[in-house]
C-alpha cells in the first residue's frame, strides 16, 4: 500500500523525552560555555566568544551529514549544541518518514510484555528503544497513540495498527512525522472464510490482523510502500486483497537461487554489516550450518562465510544483527542464536568452529 509524499498526515505530536544518563552527560558537556570577561579598570570588557559558536554554515552542514550517517540520535545532540547549529541544519522533523537519512537505523522498540505497548498505564505513554549497536537506550512519549496496537518495528519506525478502523499508520516515533495508510478491514472476509479458531468473535478476529511482519520503501518521489506479511491468513483462493489495499505489486522476479544440497529448511534472511545474508541449516540433521553473502548466490558463487566480525544473529520470526561490543556482555561474535527445531530450547552455533 503506498502514498504519495502530499498524502502525509502532519507530525504527531510526540517526541524524545528521556535518554541514558550517559548520553544526558554528553549533552551536558556539549552546552557552550559562558562567555568568559576580564577587568578592564573600571570597567568589564567581553573576550570574544568560541569559534564553534560561528562556524561556517558549510562546514556545520558537512559534519552534520557525517554525524547523521551514524546515528540520528547523535544528529540531534549536534544540532543541541547552540542556536547556531541547529538553525544552520535540516530538522529531522517533517521529514522523518520520507527522507530515509532520518530514519533511526538500528534502533530496536523493546516489547514490554503483552499488551504494555504502547497504551498500558504502567509505561506511562512511553516507549522504550534499544541500539543495536551501542547498547543505548532512550525513550519516546506516543500521549496520542493510545487507541493503537503496534505491529512491528522497521528501521526503527512503527507500523501501527488503529483498533477502531484498522487504518495502518507508519510513525517515526522520535519526530512525531506520521504516514496514514489504506485500513485492513478489506481483509475481514479472508478470516471469516477460513477455519480459524475465534474468527467469527467481532473481537477476536482483529488479532489476525495483528500478527505481522512489516518491510516498506520511500521513493525519490516521497511515495512510501508498506508490505505486510499477515500469519496465518492464506490468500492463495484470492488475489484481489492486494488491489484491495491500495497497491499495485510487481510480479515477483527471481533473484538466486540455492542448491537444495547446499541449504535445507529452515532458511532465513538478516541484513548485516550493510549486507544480507542467507543463512540455514545444511542437512536435516540440523547438525551443521553456513551463511552466504546473498550478493554472491546472485552470482552463483557458494562460498560460505566464515566470519561475520563483531555480530551475533538473532533468528526468530522477526531476525536481527546485534554488535557483541555494546552493552550486552553474553552476546559472542560469530555465533547464531535460534530456537531449536527439535525441543524449541534456544541453540548458540559458533561459526568459525563450526559448533
Known sequence: MSL????????????????????RKRRRHRLPPPTPTVSAGAGTVAVASSPWASMNEDSLRLIAWRVLAGDLLDYVHFRAVCAHW???????????????????????????GHGLYPAHS??????????L???????????????????DSVDGLLVMHRDQDTAIRLLHPLTGDVVDLPPLVTLMPHIFNQDLPGASHPTHRFVY?????????????????????????????DGDHVAGLGSSLPEPKLI????TDKLAK???????????LVGGYTDRSLSHMVVHRLADLKLEKLIPLRSIGDKALFINDRCLSVSSNGALPTVVSDTIVLPSMKDGSFVQYHLNTNT
Not at 502530499?6 to 504527531?12: E, F, G, V
Not at 518518514?97 to 514490554?112: A, C, G
Not at 538466486?256 to 542448491?259: F, L
Request: charged share 20%; proline share 8%.
Open 209 to 237: 490482523l495483528r500478527g505481522v511482519c512489516a518491510s516498506f520503501s520511500v521513493s525519490a518521489a516521497g511515495v512510501v510502500t508498506v508490505m505486510l506479511a499477515l500469519h496465518r491468513i492464506d490468500f492463495s483462493e
Open 86 to 112: 541547529r538553525s544552520s541544519t535540516v530538522c529531522p522533523r517533517g521529514h522523518g518518514v520520507t527522507d530515509p537519512r532520518f530514519h533511526p537505523r538500528r534502533w530496536m522498540m523493546l516489547p514490554e
Open 4 to 23: 504519495p509524499g502530499h498524502q502525509k498526515r502532519p507530525s504527531a505530536q510526540c517526541s524524545l523525552t528521556a535518554c541514558s544518563s550517559s548520553s
Open 133 to 151: 549497536d551501542t547498547g543505548r537506550f532512550a525513550r519516546a512519549k506516543l500521549p496520542v497513540f493510545q487507541d493503537h496496537s503496534v505491529l
Open 266 to 276: 529452515p532458511i532465513f534472511l538478516v541484513e548485516c554489516n550493510s549486507q544480507n
Open 256 to 259: 538466486a537461487t540455492i542448491p
Open 122 to 131: 504502567k509505561l506511562h505513554g512511553y516507549i522504550r528503544f534499544f541500539h
